[in-house]
């Protein structure tokens, strides 16, 4: 199975620490997202990468938050000087671009890793 | 700003009953995906639904998408345990991004 996949699954800090998480998409994906999602809400959206480039980024995206994906493959997020309003599940996500050879757009779908679950004390 | 409200809530139903999980917004969306989500892991899409109108069916769900591309709803026949979990709506507004915009979800518990 070569699904997205994220690293750390858990991450327990401090207040105060910076903690950075990674997330390798689906290989043939050149779309990548980062969401937040905290308990009882739907994920929230933080970022998008096309390839390398970083083109949108949230307003929940303070600026003790940055994210990285510098070969267009994998992508690091980077919480610096965490808060305990931070404690969230960090999810990525990946999906194609362009169109089929039908002519249907592709990207539509987004494809989920598990997660990186944060707690900060 | 779009939002995507979903309704119920919260559902608790016994094995064997049918359901019917809604999707609502007053904003048009490109496309709408279906997703769920069991605890502590990352969501699973189900099905997307691009064209207005469009009804897809995945074994005992059924997907449609409303025809001014607005909402959508899921119906699950004959629920069984196994279908317990989040069910999340998300819309894509397209354009450059195709970030999506969720629903806040429903939570889903098929008794035995």
């Known amino acids: 199975d070569t699904g997205v996949s994220q690293d750390p699954r858990h991450k327990i800090t401090k207040r105060g620490q910076n903690v950075t998480f990674r997330c390798d998409p689906i290989?043939?994906?050149?779309?990548l997202y980062w969401y937040r999602q905290t308990l009882g809400q739907g994920p929230e959206f933080l970022t998008y990468?096309?390839?390398?480039?970083?083109?949108?980024k949230s307003r929940l995206l303070s600026d003790r938050f940055s994210a990285e994906r510098p070969k267009g493959s994998f992508s690091t997020l980077e919480i610096q000087r965490t808060e305990q309003g931070d404690s969230a599940m960090y999810l990525c996500?990946?999906?194609?671009?362009?169109?089929?050879?039908?002519?249907?757009?592709?990207?539509?779908?987004?494809?989920f890793g598990p997660g990186t679950r944060l707690t900060v004390l | 700003t779009q939002l995507l409200e979903q309704s119920p809530q919260f559902l608790s139903i016994q094995e064997g009953e049918n359901l019917t999980v809604y999707c609502n917004s007053s904003?048009?969306?490109?496309?709408l995906q279906w997703y769920r989500q069991e605890p502590g892991e990352g969501p699973v899409l189900l099905v997307t639904?691009?064209?207005?109108?469009e009804v897809k069916k995945l074994k005992r769900l059924t997907f449609q998408f409303g025809d001014a591309r607005k909402d959508s709803s899921l119906h699950i026949t004959a629920a069984q345990p196994g279908d317990t979990g989040l069910y999340l709506c998300?819309?894509?507004?397209?354009?450059?991004?195709?970030?999506?915009?969720f629903g806040t979800g429903t939570l889903l518990a098929v008794q035995p």
């Open positions: 996500a990946s999906s194609r671009g362009g169109t089929d050879t039908s002519g249907r757009v592709l990207g539509y779908e987004q494809f």
């Open positions: 290989s043939e994906h050149n779309r």
């Open positions: 990468f096309q390839n390398e480039a970083q083109l949108e």
């Open positions: 904003s048009v969306f490109s496309s």
């Open positions: 639904v691009v064209t207005g109108g």
């Open positions: 998300a819309g894509s507004g397209g354009g450059a991004t195709n970030k999506l915009i």
